[in-house]
């Protein structure tokens, strides 16, 4: 089975820009947060400890933009960490907390104990996100509760678009780009990242009840729903997953001249975001493609050899793929 790139672009890039240019032209909601600057600095914080314990490789890319766009990334962070586990850890009732949630984040005036959502506010008025994004990230998340499998790679880039591009569009503002036409690179890269996660997550997702791969490419490639179970590694499994990591290289390919379209400033974070992660990649093909038994990473030596490299190319708009 050979991936076709323009039968794949054709077919599910242009809808996704629709929902991109149409959430950036909705109004900003709010223009000036009701709280007092301590309480802001002290959400701030916050948002730093939420991230130094769930997110070691964010907060290492997060650290190489300025202070203010660092503490501004930090909140999309945390905003959308307490999104997820709204949806993967509450206890309640999922839709009522989202709905909530949803809520909260569309005011300029926070509740007072509620510090991600403040800190979040202040982000997102400082570099005027619009809000729109937000929106669609919750939609996004909010399709887990209802739907745990994808027919086609169509469908399953539509859901990584609203829990991964959403992100790298809101990161746009606080970053500083270009124009409009950055907007397909942040729509791609976001796929290429998410995509990533679901290869390394398969087996979590799966002990979860959840099947993000395509039903049409495990099919394609003799695979079922019982292979999965079964949780070994045959040779369809080891073509089906060179396949999935060839489209994903390939997303990341057409992703990463969008690196230049960004301030010179921001440059180096979301490029070390990008590079690192396609690390993930290399950790899984030198497993034998094992993601049932073990769950793919790149070490911390490993991120910080790569470091250097990444802020050449970043400085030169030469930022690569790996392997």
């Given at each position: 089975m050979q991936y076709q790139t323009n039968a794949q672009t054709s077919t599910w890039e242009s809808a996704l820009l629709s929902l991109a240019h149409e959430a950036r032209h909705t109004e900003l909601m709010g223009n000036q947060l009701h709280v007092d600057r301590a309480t802001v600095d002290r959400a701030y914080a916050h948002c730093e400890a939420l991230i130094a314990m769930h997110s070691k490789s964010f907060l290492l890319a997060s650290a190489l933009l300025p202070a203010d766009k660092r503490r501004a990334?930090?909140?999309?962070?945390?905003?959308c960490r307490v999104t997820d586990d709204i949806v993967d850890r509450s206890t309640g009732d999922s839709?009522?907390?989202?709905?909530?949630?949803?809520?909260?984040?569309?005011?300029s005036h926070p509740p007072p104990d509620d510090l991600v959502a403040i800190a979040w506010a202040d982000a997102r008025l400082r570099y005027h996100v619009p809000v729109r994004y937000a929106e669609q990230l919750i939609e996004g998340v909010a399709r887990d509760l209802t739907q745990t499998r994808y027919q086609t790679f169509e469908e399953l880039a539509a859901y990584c678009y609203g829990v991964a591009s959403t992100v790298g569009l809101m990161s746009m503002h606080i970053t500083g780009y270009a124009g409009a036409h950055a907007i397909p690179y942040a729509i791609k890269l976001g796929v290429a990242l998410q995509l990533t996660n679901i290869l390394r997550d398969v087996g979590e997702d799966w002990a979860a009840g959840r099947l993000y791969l395509p039903q049409e490419d495990l099919a394609s490639f003799g695979l079922c729903e019982a292979d999965l179970a079964c949780g070994k590694v045959t040779e369809a499994w080891r073509a089906f997953m060179r396949y999935q990591v060839a489209r994903n290289r390939l997303l990341y390919a057409e992703a990463l001249p969008g690196i230049a379209l960004l301030d010179h400033d921001g440059r180096f974070a979301i490029a070390a975001a990008a590079e690192l992660y396609q690390g993930i990649l290399c950790d899984i093909e030198d497993h034998d493609y094992d993601v049932f038994s073990r769950r793919a990473f790149v070490s911390k030596w490993g991120k910080l050899r790569c470091l250097p490299g990444i802020w050449w190319r970043s400085r030169t708009a030469q930022v690569t793929g790996s392997k």
């Open positions: 990334v930090r909140a999309l962070y945390a905003f839709a009522a907390q989202l709905e909530q949630w949803h809520r909260r984040i569309l005011v």
